[in-house]
């Protein structure tokens, strides 16, 4: 299993995949708050595109997919970052899911360190992500990955029923350091 860029022939499965996330959400608690307006088949067209589309796969299912890009979506600026980036020094981790009958299997860790693979191997200075207040799975993902908090924020994104998000980062520099510690 890998976390690989996802190409057009996966392009009914991923959209699949992610219109099961979004039905387990609905039923469930929505904490990113998706809709079937988004992530849906358009996005994620669009992002294969762009080739920002990743997928994990297991036993060649879709279990989990990812938009790393470095288009923030919204007022970065606006966050309290312990390093001060310009746009193409970070990337940005969007629609993080995991197939909800795989959730508490690692998979979700497992991509976040293939998603800090994938920046250290291109030459980024950090990830940067934005979650929804409250979305403790996320936040508590991320935070165990050493991501730190950045602020509380309005994006300028103009989205009613999210009117800020919550900013966290992972410098890289910081963590390829403490990796060299950890082996000493």
Not at 34 to 50: D, F, G, L, Q
Not at 55 to 65: E, M, Q, S, T
Not at 112 to 128: F, N, P, S
Request: charged share 30%; hydrophobic share 35%; glycine share 8%.
């Amino acid at each position: 299993m890998e976390l690989m860029k996802c190409g057009y022939n996966y392009l009914d499965e991923t959209a699949a995949f992610y219109g099961r996330v979004v039905n387990h959400l609905e039923k469930t608690v929505n904490y990113p708050k998706w809709t079937k307006n988004y992530p849906n088949r358009e996005s994620v067209e669009a992002s294969i595109c762009r080739g920002e589309q990743y997928i994990y796969l297991d036993d060649g299912k879709v279990a989990g997919a990812v938009v790393l890009n470095e288009e923030p979506g919204g007022d970065y600026e606006a966050g309290d970052w312990s390093v001060q980036l310009s746009r193409g020094e970070y990337l940005v981790i969007h629609t993080f899911a995991v197939e909800p009958a795989a959730r508490g299997k690692g998979l979700g860790s497992r991509m976040a360190d293939a998603c800090i693979d994938i920046a250290r191997e291109e030459g980024y200075k950090a990830i940067r992500l934005d979650v929804v207040p409250g979305n403790a799975p996320a936040i508590h993902l991320y935070k165990r990955k050493g991501f730190t908090y950045a602020g509380t924020k309005d994006l300028s994104r103009k989205i009613e029923d999210i009117p800020v998000f919550e900013l966290y980062e992972l410098n890289i520099a910081c963590t390829r350091v403490r990796d060299v510690l950890e082996k000493h």
